[in-house]
């Protein structure tokens, strides 16, 4: 087998997977914070949609998507006049689409990490002069760590498995869509069970290894707080 028919769709999974995390973390930390210390109008619909991929089939997100990302599409015409890439098969319209489908395993954990942050805590370091951007990053981005660290991988990791969005907006361009879930099915309709178990061996193993961290890192946290 060649080397580059597996690193080619690793690296590309990889690439695709982090930068849809880092996007997910600046865009979310945010709006996690405002929905975790403020109730308002509509906060639940809101909530509802942000959480509608946990729920929704990913072939029907990823139609969706594609009639959003197409050329004749409000957000394929909003790119194309503002002079950016076609959103449809590329790598963009794959970290776009995958920002969409990752979210609500993002939102959810810096939501309810957040939401424990106690008023007490801010109160009291506002009383020693600390404004909101101090508090927030002396006060409650580190007592949100374990949070952080569960949406960053849980993000990454459910970024990595998905398939159905992929497929539907990227297709199976090599060194442009083809990640390993594309590979892994390709590799099996064409009854090549040996590339297909060695790219889903690689997958299974990068997971636990994730999501061992995760456990790790929970227990650990709990421990040290007792």
């Known amino acids: 087998m060649n080397v580059s028919e597996i690193w080619i769709p690793l690296y590309l999974t990889a690439k695709l997977a982090f930068v849809s995390t880092v996007i997910l973390l600046l ?6 914070w405002l ?13 509802s949609i942000i959480a509608l991929p946990i729920v929704l089939p990913p072939s029907v997100l990823g139609f969706y998507l594609l009639v959003c990302f197409a050329p004749d599409g409000p957000l394929g015409r909003l790119s194309e006049a503002m002079g950016g890439p076609s959103l449809v098969f590329s790598f963009s319209g794959l970290v776009l689409g995958s920002v969409v489908y ?22 009291a370091a506002a009383t020693l002069g600390a ?18 660290l569960t949406a960053a991988v849980l993000g990454f990791a459910h970024t990595v498995g998905e398939f159905g969005v992929v497929l539907m907006i990227g297709g199976s361009i090599p060194g442009e869509t083809r990640t390993m879930s594309i590979a892994i099915y390709e590799n099996v309709e064409a009854l090549d069970y040996e590339q297909a178990h060695l790219f889903a061996g690689i997958m299974l193993v990068s997971s636990l290894c994730l999501l061992s961290v995760v456990y790790a890192y929970g227990r650990a946290n709990s421990l040290f707080k007792r």
């Open 27 to 32: 865009v979310c930390i945010p709006v996690a």
């Open 35 to 47: 929905f975790a210390r403020k109730n308002f109008l509509g906060k639940p619909l809101l909530e």
């Open 102 to 123: 990752s979210l609500p395993f993002v939102f959810q954990p810096l939501q309810n990490a957040f939401a424990e942050i106690r008023q007490e805590q801010l109160d």
């Open 131 to 148: 404004g909101p951007f101090d508090r927030f990053f002396t006060l409650v981005l580190p007592n949100a760590r374990p949070g952080l």
